[in-house]
């Protein structure tokens, strides 16, 4: 027992750690959300009540880029499908969370990307304490950088002036790099997605688009997966 | 305004399902080799698709170059295996530059 309660606090130790690093990166990315969403017309409480409850930086961006450009339903659909990975990674985690169906339903909304990437283990479990302790760490971070950015809102001229518009589809682009580079053969259905985006969003609403361009991902039915398929793509919000 | 209170209510709801549906129903189930497939390739898709929308905007109204050697930037930074805000502060950088230029 002993030796289990003091595993467990190496692990809280080590989960706190590694959400610092995480929370400093999704802080900045925060700050620069809260302001991207109020600029695009968002009331600035339900941005920070919205990084409150959803805490996904992929599927809130997606969420206000594809609002913006009309059509509700498509704009919900295409951020439920970017979080679609969820499902899959707190399956995951089933086997090491403790209790009723209940008490592991609650735990398992800790798994956000990062957290859960740092508490997976080689054998394919999850280090418990780990993962709620990172993400412990990464979601006062999240809420507090995007009430920073939508109450501090610079103005869109002084955004543009500085580049600070980069900083999404940059975020984004580093998180696609990661991914591709971890799996070479993603490489067509990024281009496919890609162009399939750019196409028709010049006819379609924004969401739509999107939600079009996630038709490519059905081209990895035709190829065997990699050994390492079982992996996350991506790593952080 | 409604539509968007609407939206962020059903895209946590939606979450919220997706993390808990595993742990408190499926447990451990194996999920298909193909199946995981394509959900290892939906975020890919995804990302690439919702960049391209960003830069564009609706019907192309958002369209700006200066974006493009910026981001061109970050990915090579990227690939060179720099941190996360190296990349971003570099891309940032060039396209600030671009435009002070212009």
Redesign the interface.
């Given at each position: 027992m002993t030796n289990r309660s003091s595993a467990a606090g190496t692990s809280w130790r080590a989960g706190f750690k590694v959400g610092a690093g995480l929370a400093a990166?999704a802080f900045?990315l925060a700050v620069s959300f809260g302001a991207f969403a109020v600029t695009h017309g968002?009331?600035a409480g339900?941005t920070i009540?919205?990084s409150l409850?959803?805490?996904?930086g992929?599927?809130?961006?997606?969420?206000v880029?594809?609002?913006?450009?009309?059509g509700?339903l498509p704009?919900?659909a295409?951020?439920?499908?970017?979080?679609?990975?969820?499902?899959?990674?707190?399956?995951?985690?089933?086997?090491s969370?403790p209790g009723g169906?209940?008490r592991?339903?609650?735990?398992?909304?800790a798994?956000v990307d990062g957290s859960w990437v740092s508490a997976h283990r080689p054998d394919g479990t999850t280090d418990r304490e780990k993962m709620l302790a990172a993400t412990l760490v990464q979601w006062p971070a999240w809420v507090l950088g995007t009430a920073l950015g939508a109450l501090a809102v610079p103005s869109t001229d002084f955004i543009?002036?500085?580049?600070?518009?980069?900083?999404?589809?940059?975020?984004?682009?580093?998180?696609?790099?990661?991914?591709?580079?971890e799996?070479v053969r993603?490489i067509p259905?990024?281009?496919?997605?890609?162009a399939?985006?750019?196409l028709s969003?010049?006819?379609l609403?924004?969401g739509v688009?999107?939600l079009?361009?996630?038709?490519?991902?059905?081209?990895?039915?035709r190829?065997?997966?990699e050994p390492s398929?079982?992996?996350?793509?991506?790593g952080r919000p | 305004m409604t539509s968007m209170y609407v939206a962020v209510a059903a895209l946590a709801i939606i979450n919220i399902v997706y993390k808990a549906a595993g742990p408190a129903i499926l447990g451990d189930h194996e999920f298909s080799a193909r199946t995981h497939a394509v959900l290892n390739a939906l975020p890919v898709a995804l990302l690439s698709g919702l960049i391209v929308v960003d830069l564009l905007g609706p019907k192309w109204s958002d369209a700006d170059w200066t974006m493009v050697p910026g981001l061109l930037t970050v990915a090579i930074v990227r690939i060179r295996r720099a941190p996360d805000l190296v990349c971003i502060l570099a891309g940032v950088a060039v396209t600030a530059g671009l435009r002070a230029l212009t």
């Open positions: 990166g900045a968002w009331p339900l009540l919205m409850l959803v805490f996904s992929s599927a809130q961006f997606a969420l880029t594809t609002l913006t450009g009309g509700m704009a919900v295409s951020a439920a499908l970017m979080n679609l990975r969820f499902v899959p990674m707190a399956a995951a985690t089933a086997s969370l169906p209940l592991r339903a609650m735990e398992g909304q798994v543009e002036a500085v580049g600070l518009d980069l900083i999404f589809p940059g975020f984004f682009l580093v998180l696609l790099i990661d991914s591709l580079t799996s993603l259905v990024a281009l496919a997605a890609a399939i985006a750019s969003c010049r006819f609403p924004t688009a999107l079009l361009a996630s038709v490519a991902a059905l081209s990895a039915l190829r065997p997966p398929a079982g992996e996350s793509t991506g | -």
